[in-house]
């Protein structure tokens, strides 16, 4: 099916910036929607970006957006999310998603996660 990795994590100062990266391997032709989410200790894993095939973006997470930018490169093997004016609150597991189409129709992928930790 799809793989997916992450990369790009680390610790920084509240105010820095990180661009995380994830990287799809395997059939990525069958790849829809891919997205971001992110667990913090003690939480639910909550969504925090997405974008579509065409390249449509949708931020669920409403304390990100103006902070956050997702995007993606033209193949659809990698989707990159900007962080910028990072908070301690956005101290979390990022982890990447991929919504597969046929003929996985109905399945995702997940990636193993990369650790933010923003320190104040």
């Known amino acids: 099916q799809v793989q997916l990795v992450e990369s790009g994590g680390g610790l920084v100062q509240a105010g820095d910036s990180l661009r995380l990266s994830c990287a799809a391997s395997g059939s990525i032709f069958s790849i829809l929607n891919m997205a971001w989410y992110r667990e913090a200790p003690g939480k639910q894993r909550e969504l925090v970006a997405l974008?579509?095939?065409?390249?449509?973006?949708?931020y669920a997470n409403s304390v990100v957006k103006g902070r956050f930018t997702i995007s993606k490169n033209n193949a659809g093997s990698a989707v990159y999310l900007q962080m910028n004016s990072l908070k301690p609150e956005d101290t979390a597991v990022y982890y990447c998603?991929?919504?597969?189409?046929?003929?996985?129709?109905?399945?995702?992928?997940w990636g193993q996660g990369t650790q933010v930790t923003v320190s104040s």
């Open positions: 974008i579509t095939k065409g390249g449509n973006t949708d």
């Open positions: 998603k991929a919504d597969l189409g046929s003929p996985w129709y109905g399945t995702d992928s």
